[in-house]
């Protein structure tokens, strides 16, 4: 059984930061691209970032680029997500997504984690 585990949300106040950690049991992920979704109150889940399996391609959605930091620890089986310079609409639960298919389809998806961001 594939299980993937967010931790590490909480509330932090506006400009602050966060790290995100996912880890994964079950199978390793280490040949596939793994990635962070989150989903806001009344919307859509989004895209926010993602990173190849060997992490040495990484992708982000416009309004995270430079902010936000993905990275990996194959040996670990782990995703992370580094969340600097926060803002109130990054106030979301922050999914993360292994076993990529195609676009922003993955096998596997976490249970999620809440990140509050408080002005």
């Known amino acids: 059984q594939v299980l993937l585990v967010e931790f590490g949300g909480g509330l932090v106040q506006v400009g602050g930061s966060l790290r995100l950690s996912c880890a994964a049991s079950?199978?390793?992920?280490?040949?596939?691209?793994m990635g962070w979704f989150r989903q806001a109150p009344g919307k859509e889940r989004e895209f926010v970032a993602a990173?190849?399996?060997?992490?040495?391609?990484?992708y982000y959605e416009d309004s995270v680029r430079g902010r936000f930091t993905i990275s990996r620890d194959n040996a670990k089986n782990t995703v992370y997500l580094q969340m600097n310079s926060l803002k109130p609409e990054d106030t979301a639960v922050y999914y993360c997504?292994?076993?990529?298919?195609?676009?922003?389809?993955?096998?596997?998806w976490g249970r999620g984690t809440q990140v509050t961001v408080s002005s």
């Open positions: 997504a292994a076993g990529w298919v195609i676009g922003d389809k993955y096998l596997y």
């Open positions: 079950g199978r390793t992920f280490s040949r596939n691209a």
């Open positions: 990173i190849s399996w060997d992490g040495g391609r990484t």
